[in-house]
């Protein structure tokens, strides 16, 4: 028996939608496998805004830093229409969410892209190519490298010139590694460790730092690739791949296109963990106001994250296939929400598919 202690955030848009049929998943799985879940939910973004003015208040960040995961839906609203995108960046809803990455020290980001076999036809890649399906984990490390360096645009002789800096140290590699071979041990034991090492010293430090990390783990393969050549391998052949560990900016444009090649942004969740077990989870797509309080969309990518809480906070890894399992149960047996609807299936709304996911969680295997 365990009790977990999350926070959840359920958002703006179809936020509060797709967390409530994530909470009923968990609160089924707490009933068979005999744990107990204490919630506390927590404004941000855009409901926090129309409260407290604010999109994150310093009382909603204790309570994240209190609980042991952050189970969140998606903030923020339509960007054109939304008086909150009238507010200074500062107080907009986005904010809130880089706040809470800071505040966290969330420097592990997990993205898996994963093709189901009942979504095949949503790959736009060929049969040949994508051949039986594929199923990787792309880790970004998140709080350093270029999007952190310093940087500048100055005017030289009346040329204007710009420079980014990129930097990481042997820590940051180092604690994003070990994340990196944690993970791997979970699922496939592959590291692809993706860098510019031809070129960059950065990556050079970040290669060396891997392969010292690597020596603890013996039973886990690691291979290096550069960049260029990954992005090429994703859509070449996706199966080889199962953790692909990376820098920021590279992570940033890989986990894209990772997700692109699956077809599917409703089943897509994500994971930014610190160097505890605590983490907090998130479908990778956003609030989707245009189809806010339809009951249309599709909750399985915040219930594929709270999977992922189980496995990655709390180390319950039959409760998190359990929950895999239902889903894939679900998608075989024809059901799909409008987003991933296809010719032969039976149409359902968002509630719907909560409940037929929670209806295959009824026994334990
Ligand atoms: P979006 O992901 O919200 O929507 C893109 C398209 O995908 C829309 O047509 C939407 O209806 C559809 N879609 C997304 N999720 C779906 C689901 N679960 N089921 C069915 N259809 C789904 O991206 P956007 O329109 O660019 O952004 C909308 C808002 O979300 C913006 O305010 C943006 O800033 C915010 N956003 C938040 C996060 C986050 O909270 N982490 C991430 C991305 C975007």
Redesign the pocket.
């Known amino acids: 028996m365990m009790k977990l202690n999350i926070v959840c955030i359920p ?1 703006d ?2 936020g509060p939608e ?1 967390v409530k049929q994530a909470k009923a998943v968990l609160d089924r799985v707490a009933a068979v496998y005999g744990h107990e879940i204490a919630y506390k939910d927590v404004l941000m973004g855009g409901a926090s805004i129309d409260v407290h003015g604010i999109p994150l208040t310093d009382e909603a960040i204790a309570d994240a830093k209190a609980a042991d995961a952050v189970l969140m839906g ?4 339509d ?1 054109s229409k939304s008086p909150w995108y009238q507010l200074p960046p500062e107080k907009r ?2 904010a809130g ?1 880089l706040k809470i990455r800071k505040a966290l020290n969330l420097f592990a980001n997990l993205r898996p892209a994963i093709l189901y076999q009942e979504l095949a036809d949503a790959c736009p890649l060929r049969q040949s190519v994508r051949k039986d399906g594929f199923d990787m984990m792309i880790m970004r490390e998140l709080t350093g490298g270029l999007y952190f360096g310093e940087r500048r645009t100055v005017t030289e002789d009346g040329v204007r010139k710009a420079v980014d800096t990129l930097v990481y140290s042997e820590e940051e590699i180092r604690r994003i590694a070990i994340k990196g071979f944690d993970i791997a041990r979970k699922r496939r034991k592959k590291v692809t460790s993706v860098d510019k090492a031809n070129v960059l010293d950065s990556s050079r430090l970040w290669r060396s730092v891997v392969e010292e990390v690597a020596k603890e783990y013996p039973d886990v393969v690691l291979e290096h690739m550069l960049v260029d050549n990954c992005a090429m391998q994703l859509v070449k052949d996706p199966a080889q791949f199962d953790v692909i560990l990376t820098e920021n900016m590279f992570g940033d444009i890989l986990s894209d296109e990772a997700s692109m090649v699956t077809g599917s ?2 089943m897509l969740a994500s994971a930014s963990l610190n160097d505890t077990k605590f983490g907090l989870y ?2 990778s ?7 806010a309080g339809c009951d249309i ?2 909750p399985i ?1 915040t219930i594929l994250s709270a999977a992922m809480m189980l496995r990655y906070s709390f180390d319950l890894d039959e409760e998190a296939d359990a929950i895999e399992r239902a889903v894939k149960a679900v998608l075989k047996e024809n059901w799909r ?3 991933i609807m296809s010719e032969g299936c039976r149409q359902v709304g968002c509630s719907e598919m909560g409940r037929l996911i929670t209806e295959h969680l009824e026994e334990k295997e």
């Open positions: 958002g848009g179809i797709i998606s903030i923020g609203g960007t809803p986005e969410l942004i409703g998130e479908p797509h956003g609030s989707a106001p245009d189809i969309a599709n990518a929400t409008a987003d």
